[in-house]
């Protein structure tokens, strides 16, 4: 387990113009760590992921991945990030392997190290036996399980999950949150989890409660319900996120 941070976050901020949607945010992930990036729709969440995937520049602070300075050594910090974005992202009329193999292509990654890895990962998800169909004749759990897959194949440092079981049946969600805490638990595998879905946390989750571009409380479930006096994540969050200066 590295001593160095899966990600380090200083004081990152971003507008919209006169709207400024991050400010002065800073947290870290450390190795082995599944952090939940709690928040309400329009908390920030995304465009904090924008900014540590770089779909989006920010002139304001600074974003480490596994010690590589975002801005700049780019290629090298971005080479040790694995993403799922909230929108499906996956080829419908390719088969798993192909989508996959794409990826692994894109990643310098040979065909028969890249067959290895793709056989490795979808028998960890329990997918090996879908691996020659279609992604449209899988239903929407065995889609992101494919995504999890592939933001796995190049093997990251860090796992960004954007609200990755929205819409998804509950078996489906559980199946998807027991497997992510199993692949941190060898603690080459740092995740950060967006979402605003309470019964996605576990007691061992580090918190990080981010509302109208400011982050609220941080620290592992204990600590999150010390600081704010309630007696489970849920009223916590509710009070975190009903605070007169946001309304």
């Not at 001593?3 to 971003?14: F, K, N, S």
């Not at 507008?15 to 190795?31: E, M, N, P």
């Not at 849920?234 to 996120?241: M, Y």
């Amino acid at each position: 387990m590295s001593a160095t941070p899966a990600l380090a976050v200083e004081r990152l901020g971003h507008a919209y113009g006169r709207k400024q949607a991050l400010d002065q945010v800073s947290f870290t992930v450390d190795s082995g760590q599944c952090a939940i990036l709690l928040g309400p729709n329009g908390a920030g969440k995304t465009t904090l992921f924008s900014l540590i995937t770089r779909l989006y520049d920010s002139r304001e602070g600074h974003v480490r991945i596994a010690g590589f300075d975002l801005h700049r050594d780019t290629g090298r910090a971005l080479a040790k990030l694995g993403v799922v974005f909230q929108q499906p992202t996956l080829d419908l009329d390719l088969t798993v392997t192909q989508n996959l193999l794409y990826h692994a292509a894109l990643h310098g990654i040979g065909r028969r190290e890249a067959m290895q890895r793709i056989e490795e990962e979808l028998r960890r998800q329990g997918m090996y036996e879908r691996a020659g169909e279609k992604v449209r004749q899988l239903n929407g759990g065995h889609r992101r399980r494919v995504e999890i897959a592939r933001a796995l194949l190049h093997r990251p440092r860090l796992l960004l999950l954007d609200e990755p079981t929205v819409g998804l049946d509950v078996p489906s969600r559980k199946a998807i949150v027991d497997h992510v805490h199993e692949l941190t638990r060898s603690g080459r595998l740092s995740v950060l989890w967006a979402t605003h879905l309470i019964d996605e946390i576990r007691d061992s989750d580090r918190l990080i409660v981010l509302h109208a571009g400011r982050i609220r409380a941080i620290g592992d479930v204990a600590e999150v319900l010390a600081q704010t006096g309630a007696d489970s994540i849920g009223a916590a969050f509710e009070r975190l996120t009903h605070r007169p200066e946001a309304a």
